[in-house]
């Protein structure tokens, strides 16, 4: 498991190191094209790149948008499209399961075209709220402008953190190191109850299947 999670680190950041700017727009694409990639990891790490001067402040925030824009609504084509067969394909895979779906569209029908905006401050729903709105069939125009508001707003916020860690890194250090090991068990524990609960979800799905 902890090899597992420094691969994925370490793809993570490689990308970004990599690739630059094109990076961070694919990771972030990728995030709202219902594939969970962490934004707190992208746009955090691009953040103390920032305070490294190895980007622009404003070039991360705008990229990191774009890509979320790019990757809703490649989410919400998919959806509008294939709707329900998408889903079952989509489904197949361990990391992606029936209830992340069905969580984003009962926020969807809470709260309509604007979770666009709102579901983007959200664990697994800003992942998968574009997909919802596609199914509806909601306003292409109206979708697209509340997601880049929201996606602009947690870009935002995630790079002036991750800027701030790195200007304050000599102050915070000390501190997370004293409690790298606890963080690394807490990290280590719930991705794998994550993976757990994907693969009992799946096991079901498969059981309950094969009865019908």
């Given at each position: 498991?902890?090899?597992?999670?420094?691969i994925?680190?370490?793809?993570?950041?490689?990308?970004?190191k990599?690739?630059?700017?094109?990076?961070i727009?694919?990771?972030?694409?990728?995030?709202?094209a219902?594939?969970?990639?962490?934004?707190?990891?992208?746009?955090?790490?691009?953040?103390?790149?920032?305070?490294?001067?190895?980007?622009s402040?404003w070039?991360?925030?705008?990229?990191?948008?774009?890509?979320?824009l790019?990757g809703s609504?490649?989410?919400y084509?998919?959806?509008?499209?294939?709707?329900?067969?998408?889903?079952?394909?989509?489904?197949?895979?361990?990391?992606?399961s029936?209830?992340?779906f069905?969580?984003?569209?009962?926020?969807?029908?809470?709260?309509?075209?604007?979770s666009?905006f709102?579901?983007?401050?959200?664990?697994?729903i800003r992942?998968?709220i574009?997909?919802?709105?596609?199914?509806?069939?909601?306003n292409?125009?109206?979708?697209s402008?509340?997601?880049?508001?929201?996606?602009?707003?947690?870009?935002?916020?995630?790079?002036?953190?991750?800027?701030?860690l790195?200007?304050?890194?000599?102050?915070?250090?000390?501190?997370?190191?004293?409690?790298?090991?606890?963080?690394?068990?807490?990290?280590?524990?719930?991705?794998?109850?994550?993976?757990?609960?994907?693969?009992?979800?799946?096991?079901?799905s498969?059981a309950s299947s094969?009865?019908?």
């Amino acid at each position: 498991m902890l090899n597992l999670l420094e691969i994925l680190s370490e793809f993570v950041l490689s990308v970004i190191k990599d690739w630059g700017y094109g990076g961070i727009f694919a990771l972030m694409a990728l995030e709202s094209a219902n594939i969970p990639i962490p934004s707190e990891v992208i746009m955090t790490f691009s953040g103390f790149l920032v305070s490294e001067k190895v980007f622009s402040f404003w070039s991360v925030v705008m990229w990191g948008t774009l890509g979320n824009l790019a990757g809703s609504l490649i989410s919400y084509g998919i959806a509008y499209k294939w709707r329900e067969e998408a889903i079952k394909i989509l489904t197949k895979t361990v990391i992606i399961s029936r209830k992340d779906f069905e969580s984003a569209e009962r926020w969807f029908k809470r709260f309509g075209t604007h979770s666009a905006f709102i579901g983007r401050f959200i664990p697994v729903i800003r992942t998968f709220i574009s997909f919802p709105a596609g199914m509806f069939r909601v306003n292409l125009l109206k979708f697209s402008i509340l997601t880049f508001i929201g996606s602009f707003v947690w870009s935002l916020f995630l790079t002036a953190i991750g800027r701030m860690l790195g200007e304050k890194w000599d102050v915070f250090g000390k501190y997370f190191e004293q409690f790298e090991y606890a963080i690394a068990a807490l990290i280590i524990i719930v991705v794998a109850w994550w993976i757990w609960k994907r693969y009992k979800e799946a096991k079901e799905s498969k059981a309950s299947s094969d009865t019908v």
